[in-house]
């Protein structure tokens, strides 16, 4: 008689929403200003999952959809909420001063935080991480809307990069791909 059986591998993830992107070369650091005016670092953030998203306080849509999503993700974590920190990192620098980020970010969830930087920090910043963003004129009160992409990228405590979370994912579903790197 002849038995099969299947291991489930040891220390992998398991069902993912998200795609993961562990050993990825790119998104290795960012080196900005968060909205109380402190110099950050990712390695400031060692010890926590992070959830890195690139925006602006004037989205109409994506942006605060996404904070709130965020919001909604760290109820569901419970006790393990404090093992997250939401970064926002700001593609409209001119519009997006400390103040606006003060207001915004914080906003969504006491502990999130708001990223800036001078446009040149900024882009390269984005490039980093390989974030489109584009300037469109617009006929609006703003003048003009950012055209951006739209996912969140998870870190693991160690720091490292380990998940692309597409727009539009369910919180429980963020949540739950949350818990696996935790």
């Not at 990223?115 to 980093?128: D, F, I, N, Q």
């Not at 004129?137 to 405590?157: M, N, P």
Request: include cysteine; glycine fraction near 8%; proline fraction near 3%.
């Amino acid at each position: 008689m002849c038995t099969l059986s299947a291991c489930k591998p040891t220390g992998g993830i398991s069902k993912l929403v998200a795609t993961d992107i562990t050993g990825a070369d790119f998104g290795q650091t960012l080196n900005l200003t968060d909205h109380t005016g402190k110099h950050r670092t990712l390695a400031d953030f060692k010890g926590k999952a992070v959830a890195l998203f690139f925006g602006y306080t004037h989205c109409p849509d994506v942006c605060p959809t996404t904070m709130a999503d965020l919001k909604q993700a760290m109820k569901l974590l419970g006790s393990r909420a404090n093992e997250l920190q939401v970064l926002f990192v700001t593609l409209d620098p001119e519009r997006d001063t400390q103040e606006v980020l003060a207001k915004f970010v914080p906003s969504f969830d006491a502990s999130f935080i708001g990223l800036r930087g001078s446009m040149g920090e900024v882009t390269a910043t984005a490039k980093a991480f390989k974030i489109f963003s584009s300037k469109v004129q617009s006929e609006g009160h703003s003048g003009y809307t950012i055209d951006h992409s739209a996912g969140l990228y998870i870190f693991d405590k160690a720091g490292k990069i380990r998940l692309y979370i597409d727009y539009s994912e369910r919180p429980v579903d963020i949540a739950s791909d949350i818990k696996q790197i935790l």
